[in-house]
């Protein structure tokens, strides 16, 4: 299975915030199809009784065309968010995409449209510093 070259960024600075990782990557399975997201992870919160658990598909759009890439990854996420819908529904689903990615073309208004029209939930990290600099969740 291919891994995403920022993968171990993201994986590793989701431990430093206090998640486990509990699936690299995290099968999905529906109707005689798996699917894979690249990882599944999990934190107890202090001041809840039960955990929050997430689903993330790490991208990189390092790839000639964001356009393509994120058309991609929207499809990606669209069919994750159905299995997952019906197998796990506590568990939320995030797009990790690059800090410059998301300055540069997260912002434009296709792609905010976009986002926002599909509920997407990102989780940005910046593969300098190999951390995550910001959480983007929708309410259910």
Known sequence: MFKDIFHDIVKNALIQEGWTVTDDPLLLQFGGVDLYADLGAEKLLAVEKNGRKIAVEIKSFV???KVSEFHRAIGQLV???MILEINEPERELYLAVPSETYS????LPFTQASIERNKVN???YDIRRKEIVKWRTWKK
């Open 63 to 65: 790839g000639a065309s």
């Open 79 to 81: 069919h994750y968010k």
């Open 104 to 107: 540069e073309f997260f912002m």
């Open 122 to 124: 990102l989780i940005v």
